[in-house]
Each structure stands twice: as C-alpha cells, then as structure tokens.
C-alpha cells in the first residue's frame, strides 16, 4: 500500500493518500487498476534490481522497507535501464542508505521521495548521497565491530553492539554468502534463490546459551548466523561443534567462516570465532562497497 502511494501521489504519507489522490476526480476505476497493476510490476523489478546488484533474491532479507518503496519510485519515475548510469548510482546509494539505516526517520524517507520527485537524472546521484543520515552512517561503521571504514577489532568485547536477524546489514550478509557461489555444508545444494534455506547457527544457539557470562547473549549475533538448505539444518540441528570439521575448507572460506578447525565451543573459543568471522564480514562488505562506487562512477 505504501509504494501504491507513492507511485500515485508522489508523496510517502499514506493518511494522505485521500486528499492528493482518491478524492480527484483522476481517480478513476480505470486509473486505479492501471496504478495497483504498476505497483505489482514495480515489486517485481525492485526485487530483481537487489537479486542483479547485491545477490539478494529473498527481499525478507532486505531490512529497509522504505528503502525500498524509495527505489520503486525512482524506477517508476524515471523508467531507466538496466546497466545504465542511474541504475548503477542508485545502486551504491541504496546499499548505503540500508547499512546507514537512512530511512528509519520519515523525514528522510520524504526528502529522498522529493529528490527522486523533483530532480533530473544526472543530478540524482549527488543529491540523494549528500543527504545521507552521515551521523548514523559514522556511527555503524565506528562502533558496530565490523568498522567498515578502519581495522576491525582483535577481540570483541562483552558490550560491544551485536547484530541480530533484524539488523539491515542481515540481507547484505546473505548477498554476500550467495554472491560467492557458496554451496550448503552437507548436501552441496546452492545458496541461491531455488534452494529452500534456512538460517543457520554455526556454534549451536543452545550451547551458546548455556554459557555463563555475558558471552550468551552473543548466541544469534549476525557473526554466528549462515544459510544452508533445511534438509541440511534438520539434520545438523543441536550437533556438537565438531560437526564443522567434516564441512571442507571451501565451503567455509565461501561462507566467511575463518578456515580453521574448532573444537570444543568454550566461551573463549566463541569470542576469537565471531571476531574472525566480522573481520571477513567486514573485507567482504568493504568490497562490495567499493565495486558499487567504482561502477556509480563510470560516468
């Protein structure tokens, strides 16, 4: 409903759909089933600019629902093609704007809908980066223990900020794994949009949480979560650590699991893996970022 808005108002607020829209005498029978068929056509071709550019096929991977609904008007408004200039800018702004969480304020969201609204293409890209929410920006790349921007940490602290299945670098996570041809740790199957997959904990959740300390709330961290098939996480469900050393050092490095051997899942042990696999998170992420840049600017 929010991107049918959008779409036919110009205009993210949804209480006022009535006065910019439905009470026109525009709002036609006819128009509205043209607009509701657009707004199906437009999910599909968000959905497939995040499965071309950021390997995220599974949009409850993608956080940021306003983010989105900002993208599909920008494809709407501006109808642009694929691999053309604006498609490769919205690109790297989208990404960022999801990691910086960008549009968790509505102000943000209004300002960025106005900029799509009211700009010509080739001033888009600047504008839409030069308003971005730098200061929650600065503060996820500094504090987040991935630091994005500086070497990651040696070892992580009890408080230092964890990041759960609902933080928006969760989907960017997933991309990553797919875009890297990773295979599930048992059967083989690809991580990719056919494959029934599931999230998986690395170090079991239930031995994480029966460790004392501040070590157990660390038990879901997006450092400990993967992604194999469902056969898979049936059957490795609840398992001792050591079933990891029967998964081939491929697979893991494809995962962004450090290539070593872990045994026993002791809390010290817990605390050195989540820093390595960030420290991977973090390379990883920093390249992708960095290729998206690059092809923004090919101007």
């Known amino acids: 409903m929010s991107m049918f808005t959008v779409i036919s108002t110009g205009y993210p607020e949804l209480n006022r759909l009535e006065d910019r829209f439905i009470s026109h005498s525009s709002a036609t029978k006819e128009k509205i089933i043209e607009l509701i068929e657009t707004t199906r056509s437009i999910f599909n071709q968000v959905a497939d600019f995040c499965d071309r550019h950021y390997s995220i096929d599974r949009m409850r991977f993608f956080r940021s629902e306003r983010s989105l609904i900002a993208l599909g008007y920008a494809i709407y408004k501006h109808n642009f093609e694929h691999e053309s200039t604006l498609d490769r800018q919205l690109a790297h702004w989208l990404y960022i704007a999801a990691l910086a969480n960008q549009h ?16 010509k293409a080739e001033a888009i890209y600047g504008k839409l980066i030069g308003s971005l929410n730098n200061g929650h920006l600065n503060w996820l790349l500094k504090y987040n223990g991935i630091k994005l921007k500086s070497k990651p940490k040696e070892e992580l602290g009890d408080h230092d900020v964890k990041h759960s299945p609902n933080s928006h670098l969760f989907g960017c996570v997933y991309g990553l794994i797919r875009s890297k041809t990773a295979l599930s740790f048992k059967d083989g199957t690809v991580i990719d949009g056919q494959a029934k997959l599931e999230v998986h904990h690395i170090y079991p959740r239930s031995t ?92």
């Open 104 to 119: 968790n304020d509505m102000n943000r969201l209004k300002r960025d809908i106005n900029t799509l609204r009211h700009t």
């Open 208 to 299: 994480i949480r029966e460790m004392s300390g501040e070590i157990n709330r660390w038990h879901s961290d997006i450092a400990n979560l993967t992604f194999i098939t469902s056969k898979d996480n049936n059957e490795i469900s609840n398992s001792h650590m050591a079933y990891l050393n029967g998964v081939s050092e491929d697979i893991k490095e494809s995962h962004l699991i450090p290539r070593k051997q872990y045994g026993e899942a002791t809390p010290s042990n817990y605390k050195v893996f989540l820093t390595e696999r960030r420290s991977l998170i973090h390379t990883a992420l920093t390249r992708m970022i960095e290729n998206l840049e690059a092809k923004a600017a090919l101007i």
